[in-house]
């Protein structure tokens, strides 16, 4: 099969998906019962996924993240170090217990249903991380493929706890040069096997800025690690993003930034523009910024001509949360407001985060996906005869 991994053939307005798609009940069904058969059905899911996303037109695709239970949790299977725990499990290990079983409450986080890698040992890759899978989706279709990963601060905010992380490493900032390692090494096999867009997830930053209901906290902070001040956070994130894309050519490099994609209930998610971030997004040394605009959540997106201009943008105007289909004419008229500040040439379309975050929780079905998927095409064809 010929694969067009380039991103020179793209129309303008391309359109791509932020990454996760619903997992099939089957699939499910067969990782609960430990199917000696596994692979094969991952591999199934994972065609099937792109078979939905090319037949709704996107032009970048993912494999859907066929094989991860979400995001995050999957390190615990690619990654020495870590050890794979509900909220629950980690209710016994926060500091501040009372504190960390409210914020799931307030954020409308089932404590059972929600799993992360946390660190009890030293990291290190026992093989590749995302490559394998790149590699399968690559020999299945001819589209640009987008590869995500989880972002370095992401990693450092989330896996550390101090009671279980303490004795390998001391402090948060002891483990982020085997992090920073450990993204960079996986970021270079991508790069060489072709990959056209890398995404780093970093879901945690806008909670350093604003906090709705979660009290700057939020369920992907498993410690409630952060001791520093927002800004020293911030400045953190951009360091270690940095560090891990510095030099290395090929790939679009691209960092997702969202407000929380664990409920439908808008009212518990983060509320906020993108401002206060705007200043450490500048300094991000990543060619794309990924971000949502599909909710009045999000504020006015014509802050938007304050990044850089070298800088794309993944324009977030589908809500994965919701069943209801946008208008390709609103998506349309919505994009043309941005465009004419930014450049055509600048934006990709999107959803505003991934169809099925997490595997036994999926934000939408597969049928929806597909349909805010055609939504979005139809508007960018309309998009593409506007310019």
Known sequence: ??????????????????????????????????????RSYEDDAT????????DAGIDIVSDGEQRRDN????????????????MADLLEYVEDKAAFEGLLQALDVPAFSI??????????????????????????????????????????????????????????????????RLLRGELKALAKAGAAVVQFDEPVLTELVFAGKSNTRTFMCAALAAQASPEEELDLAVDLLNR??????????????????????????????????????????TDQFVLEYATP???DPMLLQELPERAKVGFGVVNPRTDTIESPDEIARK?????????????????????GTFADRPMASASTAYRKLCALTEAARILRGNT
């Not at 065609?47 to 090319?54: G, V, Y």
């Not at 994009?335 to 169809?355: M, T």
């Open 1 to 38: 099969m010929q694969v067009i991994g380039s991103m020179q053939n793209l129309p303008l307005f391309p359109v791509t998906v932020v990454g996760s798609w619903p997992r099939p009940r089957w699939l499910l069904e067969a990782k609960k019962k430990k199917s000696p058969e596994i």
């Open 47 to 54: 065609l099937l996924s792109l078979k939905l996303q090319e």
């Open 71 to 86: 995001f995050l949790s999957f390190l615990t299977d690619k990654v020495d170090g870590f050890r794979l725990m509900t």
């Open 115 to 180: 799993k992360n890698p946390t660190i009890v040992g030293k990291i290190s890759a026992s093989g590749p991380i995302v490559l394998d899978d790149f590699l399968f989706a690559r020999s299945h279709t001819k589209k640009p493929i987008k590869v995500t990963l989880p972002g370095p601060y992401l990693l450092s905010r989330a896996g550390w706890v101090k009671a279980l992380s303490g004795d390998v490493y001391p402090t948060r900032s002891d483990l982020t040069e085997d992090i920073v």
């Open 244 to 285: 891990v894309v510095e030099g290395i050519e090929g790939p679009i490099t691209a960092v997702h930034v969202c407000r929380g994609n664990w409920s439908r209930n808008e009212e518990v998610l983060l509320q906020g523009s993108y401002d206060g971030l705007l200043p450490w997004l500048s300094r991000m040394k």
């Open 297 to 299: 959540r999000a504020g």
């Open 335 to 355: 994009v043309e407001r941005i465009s004419k500040v930014l450049g055509a040439e600048r934006i990709h379309l999107n959803p505003d985060c991934g169809f």
